[in-house]
């Protein structure tokens, strides 16, 4: 049997991983369903359109500036206690989004429901680390990535199938059972921290995380709908002077909220980067392949749902054994370089496919994609988590989710402004464009081989310590 610093005895760690599975695949899942019932919102709540994105926008602004405030918070008071907040505070707003009867309502509705979500993504990979034993963190890794890139992508087909029988309400009343009976799971069989962040929370390096990181998201996403330049430069501005003193501040800080301690060990550093550039180079893609096969090939949307299963299916099976062979001691850097060469390869020949494809065309290269991340993103995440040492999990926890949110987000606003400048021909740059973002990235991921990352977690560890 393991002991509580190395992992939790089975049958427990099966019921907490399951736990932390369906939650997980919750919080992503709410991200992208909503996307697909905007026009249904719209209409049923007499709204414009415009309007109506805020009930996208809501969600992800409240991650993105509480994701390392409660990663901290679980570092420093348990990373179990912030999950099942986050869990509880999720289901309940879950209801009310399903319960709201005007578009203002349900935006704050979204906007509490993002901070739930936040909640159980800030500390998923943190609480993973102690689920495990350190033997098997490749596989804990793998099923990790492997829920997150199933829950992205089967979103809007899981949306559109639920909306075909139902309103858009049971989009949002669906999680509370959910929530509700993982939360009971939850407080049985999910560990506490075997080790605590000792000092206090800062309260101020929240409040200028959030301000730094929202406003960063709204300046991007203004770069990709041509915002007014004159706002755009003074929010740039506000950007550059919150974000110059959030950093300055958490030189100061033993157990900084920004994780500037981990971000010094050159291999979490790289991983933070890598994950930043694959991200986007995926959100490029993802949405910009949907409008290429229905507005350049004249696709149905069943179709286009049917001809990107291919991707998240190749990652089911590639996810696992990237999990093995990190465990077997190959080098996550080489393993990552390997998967985003594929997966920039993926990329260019969907980028670079003939006027009038076959559907058999189209899927096989989808194939290429998922084999190629699938056997990026688990290496990756082991890679950056090994490097932390264990009572800063929650830290390298909270730092993945915010690379990941701010990939996606810069990947989005690329399409946008891709289809402003260029129409629906734009779609092909976009996934040229995410290509050579990949080879990048692929580059970054080797220069960790040879990287030691537990011995640079320790060195982190003791320097804390001293």
Known sequence: MNTPHDGVPVPQRYWAIATVALTISLSVLDGAIANVALPAIANDLHASPAASIWVINAYQLAVVVSLLALASLGDFFGYRRVYQCGLALFSVTSLLCALAGSLPTLTLAR?????GAAGIMSVNTALIRIIYPREHLGRGMALNALVVALSSAAGPTLAAGILSIAPWQ??????????????FI??????????????????????????????????????????????????????????????????????????????????????????????????LAMVAIPFYLQSQLGMSAAETGLLLTPWPLAIV???PLAGRLVEHGHSPGLLGGIGLSI???GLALLGTLPAHPLPGDIAWRMAVCGIGFGFFQSPNNFAM?????????????GMLGTARLLGQTTGAA??????????????????????????CAAAVSCLRIGSRTQAAGKKVSEAARA
């Open 111 to 115: 906007a509490a429901q993002g901070f």
């Open 170 to 183: 049971w989009l949002f009343a669906i999680n509370v059972p959910l929530g509700v009976a993982a939360f």
């Open 186 to 283: 939850g407080l049985k069989t999910l560990p506490d921290n075997p080790a605590k962040t000792a000092g206090r929370f800062d309260s101020l390096s929240a409040l200028l995380n959030a301000l730094t990181f929202g406003a960063l998201i709204v300046c991007v996403d203004g770069f990709g709908h041509h915002a007014n330049p004159l706002e755009l430069g003074a929010l740039l501005l506000f950007t550059a002077v919150v974000g110059t003193l959030f950093v300055r501040r958490q030189m100061t800080l033993p157990s900084p909220l920004l994780p500037l301690d981990l971000l010094r060990i050159p291999v979490f550093g790289l991983s933070i980067a890598t994950s930043i550039t694959s991200f986007c180079a995926q959100m």
């Open 317 to 319: 099976v590639v996810a």
């Open 343 to 345: 997966f920039a390869l």
């Open 385 to 397: 988590l090994s490097a932390a040492p264990p009572q800063r999990s929650g830290g390298a926890s």
């Open 414 to 439: 690329m399409v946008a402004l891709f289809l402003s400048l260029f129409g629906i021909a734009g779609t092909r740059d976009c996934l040229l464009v995410a290509a050579a973002i990949s080879v």
